[in-house]
């Protein structure tokens, strides 16, 4: 069983596989994908218009 001692920018071997077709980019590379999994977003005044979209990007990190 894989430890869970990975900070936030650790990648797992999913992770990487994943994210591999970004990771070749050259302006993208690993760096850049270090900062998109660092970053946070935080969205206010929620309609009904979002709801949908904003699960299916809430549900795309797990």
């Given at each position: 069983m894989?430890?869970?001692?990975?900070?936030?920018?650790d990648?797992?071997?999913a992770e990487l596989e994943r994210?591999?077709?970004h990771l070749i980019i050259p302006?993208?590379?690993?760096?850049?994908?270090q900062k998109l999994k660092a970053a946070r977003v935080l969205v206010v005044g929620l309609?009904?218009?979002?709801?949908?979209?904003?699960?299916?990007i809430n549900s795309s990190d797990r």
């Open positions: 894989e430890e869970k001692n990975h900070t936030r920018t990648f797992s071997k994210y591999s077709r302006e993208f590379n690993m760096a850049g994908q309609s009904s218009v979002c709801i949908c979209p904003m699960r299916i």
